[in-house]
């Protein structure tokens, strides 16, 4: 070519807009260069192993950004739904050495004597899988009281500082025990103080990766081995009752646009679904739907769930589909997805169909509805579940081997174990 041609543009290409697309959660044209990768079913439900479809590109960074902020953490971080996905997580574990257990919320302290909490902040009590006590000082935020761990971006950036107080010698269990606490921690941008002696090593050896307390940390560190000591720990969880309702309308819009494709962003239940996920005076969402503490029953929980998974059953009933979405047997939302007129690669209309993640294995199984029922009534085993099912037979020989979670804070009676 030469350097004459390389200067013609061609008057068509002047007038040529930048490449749009339509955003899935806004329903704005935005240029391409600000679209995303959406996991129409977040990672925290294991969304990031679920099938290629799942994965979308038509959302926009704004989006992207507010939603996984405000709507998807709000979801993730109610102690409900935190606590729920810890207690399913222990049915696939089988120890240490693959994916960390999370770790279980008790709660804000809300009186602990000797404990300096400073303005602005708030100490959390978590409890890891060997019954540790960790005491996360951390910063409030009024906007995210709900949250479990609070502000997650403050999480990363506003200094904090830990308390992991240990309660075996067990070395299996100490492994657990941090493998939990530093992969719950490992994005905080906090101090880590270590709440135990070394048997067999000078005073004041640190752990690694643990910092040397200030005469402050001292003092609080005290303060919570006594209380702990005493079995008074005084600990409320916090509750936003709507924590969940943006979050089925996102599911809806992001389940739907997977299944069904482009005709489903025109339906009424994408509109209805919009209006649920940015709320405003002047419209309600008409998404028909019940939430979890309202509606289903434990038997459809049962019924519609798996041990240990995250379940999304999709049904066609009367003139629409349906969805439900539990966590381990628990927890189950179900509302509209789509009008039944739609059709969709994925789904027969006739049986329905159920994708369940396990987050703990990283394996997903997608099929149809009654086939799933037929593995769990134990009339016709399906191969992938029965995978599953032997991991859950030796996460249950596994768990039975360790201390149960504590009812009361435990004692930290006990010395820690020694430093190999
Ligand atoms: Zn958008």
């Known amino acids: 070519m030469s350097s004459a041609q390389a200067h013609v543009v061609s008057p068509?290409?002047?007038?040529?807009?930048?490449?749009?697309?339509r955003c899935l959660y806004c329903d704005l044209e935005k240029p391409k260069s600000e679209s995303t990768l959406e996991h129409a079913i977040p990672?925290?439900?294991g969304g990031a192993q679920a099938p290629l479809h799942y994965k979308l590109r038509n959302v926009c960074v704004r989006c992207n950004s507010i939603l996984g902020l405000h709507v998807d953490a709000s979801y993730a971080r109610s102690w409900t739904v935190t606590n729920g996905l810890a207690v399913a997580a222990r049915k696939l574990y089988i120890g240490p050495g693959g994916i960390p257990l999370p770790l279980v919320c008790m709660g804000i302290i809300q009186n602990m004597p000797g404990l300096a909490v400073p303005e602005g902040m708030a100490a959390e009590y978590w409890i890891g899988p060997s019954g540790e006590s960790i005491v996360w000082i951390r910063s409030d935020n009024d906007l995210m009281y709900w949250y479990s761990g609070g502000n997650p971006i403050d999480k990363k950036t506003k200094p904090s500082t830990l308390y992991y107080l240990p309660t075996t010698a067990d070395r299996l269990g100490f492994q657990?025990?941090?493998?939990a606490f530093n992969d719950a921690f490992k994005k905080a941008k906090a101090r880590r103080i270590f709440g135990a002696e070394f048997l067999d090593a000078p005073a004041g050896t640190l752990y690694p990766g643990f910092d040397a307390p200030t005469d402050a940390e001292r003092g609080?560190?005290?303060?919570?081995?006594q209380a702990i000591a005493n079995g008074l720990i005084d600990a409320q969880a916090r509750f936003n009752i709507r924590f969940e309702d943006r979050f089925i309308c996102k599911m809806v819009l992001g389940v739907g646009y997977s299944l069904f494709g482009e005709p489903f962003l025109d339906t009424k239940t994408?509109?209805?679904?919009?209006?649920?996920l940015w709320p405003s005076q002047a419209q309600t969402s008409q998404l028909r739907g019940a939430g979890s503490f309202g509606g289903a029953d434990a038997t459809f929980s049962s019924l519609s769930g798996y041990p240990g998974a995250v379940v999304i059953m999709v049904l066609r009933t009367g003139h629409h589909y349906a969805m439900s979405v539990n966590v381990d047997q628990k927890m189950p939302f179900t509302t509209e997805?789509?009008?039944g007129t739609l059709s969709s690669p994925h789904i027969n209309s006739d049986h329905g169909y159920a994708l369940l993640l396990f987050p703990q294995l990283r394996h997903p199984v997608e099929l149809e509805l009654p086939t799933m029922l037929a593995h769990k009534l134990g009339n016709q085993a399906h191969p992938d579940l029965a995978l599953v099912d032997v991991k859950a037979q030796q996460a249950e020989a596994f768990n039975a081997t360790l201390p149960p979670l504590p009812a009361r804070p435990p004692s930290t009676?006990?010395?820690s174990p020694t430093v190999s």
């Not at 657990?176 to 493998?179: T, V």
């Not at 994408?270 to 649920?276: D, M, P, T, V």
């Open 220 to 225: 609080n560190l005290e303060a919570i081995q």
């Open 176 to 179: 657990m025990a941090m493998e």
């Open 12 to 21: 068509s290409a002047i007038e040529q807009k930048p490449p749009v697309f």
């Open 413 to 415: 009676a006990a010395k």
């Open 337 to 339: 997805l789509a009008p």
């Open 43 to 45: 990672q925290f439900l």
């Open 270 to 276: 994408a509109k209805q679904a919009r209006l649920g």
